[in-house]
């Protein structure tokens, strides 16, 4: 964990007018709210958090670990663009995890991710949002979802 930051306004997502996030699956598409994006550095890794909800009964986490960045790089506001990969049956697909939240009483059961993706298109550092899709397979329950994101907004934490 990092023992301090700075340039951290809360408030920042509050004005992601642009945003956008969808959750589908074999029923439909449905449209989630923000709940946090949040971009920290660690060495020369980026690591950026995504959380988004829908009414209160299931959330969606995007957890991308981006490396390979010297300490200049680690400064700016990127990501590489492309797919990130999660798999329980491939030790070096480790990077994109996607989990799945359903409500379960007051609490909410994270779901078990076996196999997920997470794919960057577009990253405005200028205006620090980002845009893309994820992909996700969770066991016990068996579900597969997809869904997609634009302009999303982010707060980096140095």
């Known amino acids: 964990m990092f023992s301090a930051c700075s340039d951290y306004d809360p408030a ?8 956008a996030f969808n959750l589908a699956d074999s029923n439909g598409v449905n449209s989630l709210k923000l709940l946090s994006a949040n971009m920290l550095r660690n060495q020369n890794l980026k690591l950026l958090s995504i959380e988004a909800y829908f009414k209160d009964s299931v959330r969606v986490v995007l957890n991308v670990a981006d490396a390979g960045y010297n300490s200049a790089g680690l400064q700016h ?23 799945l939240g359903v409500k379960n009483g ?35 329950p068996a579900m597969k979802m997809h869904g997609g994101f634009s302009k999303v907004c982010f707060l980096s934490i140095q």
């Open 77 to 99: 506001d990127s990501l590489h663009t492309g797919s990130y990969l999660f798999s329980t049956r491939q030790v070096n697909a480790s990077s994109g995890k996607v989990v």
């Open 106 to 140: 007051k609490d909410y059961k994270f779901l078990t991710t076996d196999t997920s993706s997470i794919t960057i298109f577009e990253v405005d550092v200028i205006n620090r949002t980002i845009s893309g899709s994820y992909y996700v397979e969770t066991v016990n």
């Open 12 to 19: 920042a997502l509050l004005n992601c007018e642009k945003a």
